[in-house]
């Protein structure tokens, strides 16, 4: 079992690390709360309360590493995040596993300059402050020698199987509908964007590389485009002419009148009114995971939407 690599969680993104753990010949087991999602016959799934430890601790029993990529509910970070990552902690530690977090970049403040690893954590939002906590009590974990942990952070991420974010089923969407694309934000600043396989496969690699473990690493990005490039990219991908919108701080706030979502994007709108650039340099120095050129990535995402109308 040394060679078995913990996925927690059953979104996009731990389907995606899935996906990159099978890549490397490993073997994989699936831990979620019901316990009853259809994966590959030869991938173990799990049931398992991520917040009671008993549980989670027996589904990590004879792990390498676990891959957590379970979250709370979008508006629900600062009062869940903090004890969700304790109890999953814990149970790493009775395992006897290194854990790896799926991560974005809420840390850091509305980006004035490229997004580096040692770009101050000075974020002042709600879910930005829940995610230093959450990445603090993480790597705290490691410096005490209880737990090898790993951090990996994805801008926004797109790609098949992702639906709930600014560039997944409210661009992909209308645009394979033929409908007008709405972009957030100002659409002619670079903003970077994570294709969801590299992601997943970028979280496989650093759940057996020991080398980067009590780090925090920025994942493979292919190079950022603006907005409005990055719908155009994918009207020519979906044979169609552009037809773009957007949509700004006053439209969100109204949204957030009947939407939860849309209630919480409305503190992230700094991200998208100005340059948002991450740098990835860290990254390909070091590992071997590599971005998707963009136009593959946007294509293969393109098809995934296409192929359920």
Same mark, same amino acid.
């Given at each position: 079992?040394?060679? &078995?690599?913990?996925?927690?969680?059953?979104?996009?993104?731990? *389907?995606?690390?899935?996906?990159?753990?099978?890549?490397?010949?490993? %073997?994989?087991?699936?831990?979620?709360?019901?316990?009853?999602?259809?994966a590959?016959?030869? +991938? =173990?799934?799990? #049931?398992?309360?991520?917040l009671?430890?008993?549980?989670?601790?027996?589904?990590?029993?004879?792990?390498?590493?676990?891959?957590?990529?379970?979250?709370?509910?979008?508006?629900?970070?600062? !009062?869940?995040?903090?004890?969700l990552?304790?109890?999953?902690?814990?149970a790493c !530690?009775?395992?006897?596993? #290194?854990?790896?977090?799926?991560?974005n970049?809420? $840390?850091?403040?509305?980006? #004035?300059?490229?997004?580096?690893?040692? =770009?101050?954590?000075?974020?002042? =939002?709600?879910?930005?402050?829940?995610?230093?906590? +959450?990445?603090?009590?993480?790597?705290?974990?490691?410096?005490?020698?209880?737990?090898?942990?790993?951090?990996?952070?994805? /801008?926004?991420?797109?790609?098949?199987? $992702?639906?709930? /974010? +600014?560039v997944?089923?409210?661009?992909?969407?209308?645009?394979?509908r033929?409908?007008? $694309?709405?972009?957030?934000?100002?659409?002619?600043?670079?903003?970077?964007?994570?294709?969801?396989?590299?992601?997943?496969?970028?979280?496989?690699?650093?759940?057996? &590389?020991?080398?980067?473990?009590? !780090?925090?690493?920025?994942?493979?990005n292919?190079p950022?485009? =603006?907005?409005? %490039?990055?719908?155009e990219?994918?009207?020519?991908?979906?044979?169609?002419?552009? @037809?773009?919108?957007?949509?700004?701080r @006053?439209?969100?706030?109204m949204?957030?009148?009947?939407?939860?979502?849309?209630?919480? &994007?409305?503190?992230?709108?700094?991200?998208? !009114?100005?340059p948002? $650039? +991450?740098?990835?340099?860290?990254?390909?120095a @070091?590992?071997? &995971?590599?971005?998707?050129? *963009?136009?593959?990535?946007i294509?293969?995402t393109?098809?995934?939407?296409?192929?359920?109308?």
């Open positions: 079992m040394a060679d &078995t690599i913990a996925i927690l969680g059953a979104g996009p993104l731990a *389907l995606a690390s899935l996906r990159g753990v099978l890549a490397r010949g490993l %073997q994989a087991r699936l831990i979620h709360r019901k316990g009853d999602f259809k590959p016959s030869h +991938v =173990t799934v799990l #049931a398992a309360n991520l009671e430890q008993e549980a989670t601790t027996r589904a990590l029993a004879g792990c390498r590493a676990a891959i957590m990529c379970a979250q709370p509910a979008y508006h629900r970070w600062p !009062e869940e995040f903090p004890p990552i304790d109890a999953v902690i814990e !530690e009775r395992a006897g596993c #290194a854990l790896v977090m799926g991560d970049l809420y $840390v850091y403040a509305d980006a #004035a300059q490229t997004l580096a690893e040692d =770009t101050p954590w000075t974020a002042t =939002t709600r879910k930005g402050r829940a995610r230093i906590e +959450v990445d603090r009590r993480l790597l705290a974990a490691h410096a005490a020698g209880r737990v090898p942990t790993a951090i990996g952070r994805g /801008s926004d991420f797109f790609g098949p199987g $992702v639906r709930d /974010s +600014v997944g089923s409210m661009l992909f969407g209308p645009l394979v033929g409908k007008r $694309v709405n972009g957030i934000g100002n659409l002619d600043v670079p903003h970077s964007t994570t294709f969801i396989d590299d992601f997943g496969a970028a979280l496989a690699e650093l759940a057996v &590389t020991p080398a980067a473990w009590g !780090e925090a690493w920025h994942v493979p292919a950022a485009v =603006t907005t409005r %490039q990055f719908i990219l994918s009207c020519a991908a979906a044979g169609r002419a552009p @037809r773009i919108g957007s949509i700004g @006053r439209t969100m706030r949204a957030g009148l009947f939407s939860k979502g849309a209630y919480e &994007t409305v503190e992230m709108m700094g991200h998208f !009114e100005q948002y $650039v +991450v740098d990835d340099t860290k990254w390909r @070091r590992m071997q &995971t590599h971005a998707t050129p *963009l136009e593959q990535s294509a293969a393109v098809r995934w939407y296409q192929a359920r109308g």
